[in-house]
């Protein structure tokens, strides 16, 4: 079957079904226009508030004072102003306390509250509170004593907010402090068990066991210096004659005793001075001009006279040789010093080596507690930073208000009905009427075995000689047309009444009924 005569037996069979369907969106149009019409009003009263906290004293004390900035403290009052008492305050003040009459009605009215009230936020300091209800003056009621609550809150909000920090920061100091002080006598009481191991602030920060290490490597460096000036004196001595004899013969017989005297004085310069000092230098100038002069420098009979005569053992000892032999031995005496504060150094450095070595731990354990210990400083610090703002605040709070809020739109009795929708509303029942029909006139056709073309009786597989036309006159024709056309446009010749005055309508629909029963 081809789609023109597909069209052609639904438009037939169609026009057929078509007062079933004009009676089933009738059925369907009136009860819902009369429902939608039913439906009460609702009017909504709404409020615009402006909080700003953002004062002039708030600015001026921005990073100085504890500061409950605009996203906390006004989000703050959003949150809590629906809270459960408030909403049991708002019942109260209104006329809605004559809509409870149990417990279970009282919650049911506060939970629908907590759902209705709407706060929205419009900027950043400004917001709008919204309610809905079927009676005018309640909406407007309660919108206004949502404000007042909202002013009342922001007025004792930030008082309440301000104790209830003071008293929680002086808790956190108190017990801060407490903590603070267990970690003391537990650092001191492991740094005196340790004390010969661990860093210590007397010792410029380092132990013990680094102080004997360090003063262990100076004492071998002295031992070591003091070996070197022994063999260096011991050289000397062996090169230095015992007697004056010896000295007189070192220097080639002159027997000049001013030489011998200026030799024995250049060699106790070159002991303590470099052969480049300028008194060394001077020194051998002096021994040049003695041996230029003959070796007798100068000296008479009297001098040769006052000499020292040579005992009969080999002579007058030397002073020189025996300062050296003096020397020796001083230096001999400090070496056993040294060598004795060496073992004993040793002695104590391998005490705290051994020390050390059976408290691996306690590095670690002291780094750990140093660390606790830093950080319950430095809260305990904050802590008391934080009271002192919370201290600025408050003052700043009594001398001048922190939050600025004004009603910039205040509430108003609605006068005009904010739903519902009854024009949507109205014209969707015309759209599910008429859908509903159009449905009812194909399921109809499905279920319709009546024959309407010649290839519906051709489907019968019978031979089919022809075909006659309607019987039906044109006139007659036409009328059904136009009587099915009248009650559809009567349908929405109700659906326009509906609209204009649909609740007059809905209103009389009562008494006729009554009447058309009676």
Request: hydrophobic residues 40%.
């Amino acid at each position: 079957m081809n789609l023109s005569l597909l069209a052609q037996r639904y438009a037939t069979a169609g026009w057929r079904h078509r007062w079933k369907a004009l009676l089933l969106a009738w059925l369907i149009c009136l009860p819902g226009w009369v429902a939608v019409y039913s439906l009460p009003s609702k009017y909504q009263a709404n409020a615009r508030i402006y909080a700003d906290p953002e004062a002039l004293l708030g600015s001026l004390l921005r990073g100085l004072a504890a500061d409950s900035t605009q996203a906390s403290q006004v989000d703050m009052l959003q949150r809590t102003l629906l809270s459960r008492p408030n909403l049991e305050r708002v019942i109260a003040r209104t006329d809605l306390d004559l809509r409870v009459h149990d417990v279970t009605s009282r919650d049911a009215l506060s939970a629908r509250l907590a759902r209705d009230i709407r706060i929205s936020p419009q900027t950043r300091q400004l917001f709008r509170i919204d309610y809905t209800d079927h009676d005018p003056k309640i909406a407007h009621s309660v919108v206004r004593t949502v404000v007042n609550l909202f002013l009342e809150s922001a007025a004792s909000s930030d008082r309440q907010q301000m104790q209830a920090a003071r008293v929680f920061i002086n808790q956190q100091i108190a017990s801060h402090e407490t903590q603070l002080r267990e970690a003391e006598m537990r650092r001191a009481d492991f740094t005196a068990r340790y004390v010969d191991i661990l860093p210590s602030a007397a010792l410029g920060g380092t132990s013990k066991l680094e102080q004997s290490r360090q003063k262990l490597g100076e004492l071998r460096g002295h031992l070591q210096d003091a070996n070197l000036r022994r063999d260096v004196l011991r050289q000397q001595l062996e090169t230095t004659p015992a007697t004056f004899a010896e000295l007189q013969a070192a220097a080639g017989g002159s027997g000049n005793p001013r030489l011998a005297e200026a030799e024995r004085q250049l060699r106790e310069l070159r002991l303590r001075l470099t052969d480049q000092h300028p008194d060394v230098a001077m020194q051998r100038a002096i021994i040049a001009e003695l041996r230029a002069g003959g070796g007798s420098g100068g000296s008479n009979g009297a001098g040769t006279a006052s000499r020292p005569q040579p005992s009969p053992r080999g002579g007058m000892p030397n002073p020189l040789y025996e300062q050296i032999r003096l020397r020796i031995v001083d230096q001999d005496a400090l070496i056993a010093s040294l060598e004795r504060q060496v073992r004993d150094e040793t002695a104590e450095s391998e005490r705290l080596e051994r020390l050390a070595r059976t408290a691996p731990h306690v590095a670690a354990e002291l780094q750990n507690m140093d660390r606790d210990y830093e950080i319950i400083r430095k809260n305990y610090e904050t802590l008391l930073q934080r009271r002192e703002s919370l201290e600025i605040a408050g003052a700043a709070r009594n001398e001048s208000d922190r939050m600025r809020i004004d009603v910039i739109e205040p509430p108003v009795l609605p006068t005009t009905a904010s739903g519902p929708n009854r024009l949507v509303f109205a014209a969707g029942v015309l759209v599910v009427g008429l859908g509903a029909g159009a449905a009812l006139v194909l399921l109809l056709i499905q279920l319709d075995r009546g024959f309407y073309t010649i290839h519906d009786l051709r489907g019968l597989g019978l031979p089919v000689l022809g075909g006659i036309s309607s019987a039906t006159p044109p006139r007659g024709q036409a009328v059904a047309t136009i009587t099915f056309a009248g009650g559809v446009a009567m349908l929405l010749l109700v659906f326009g009444a509906m609209l204009t005055r649909g609740e007059t309508l809905v209103a009389k629909v009562p008494g006729l009924v009554a009447r058309f029963i009676t």
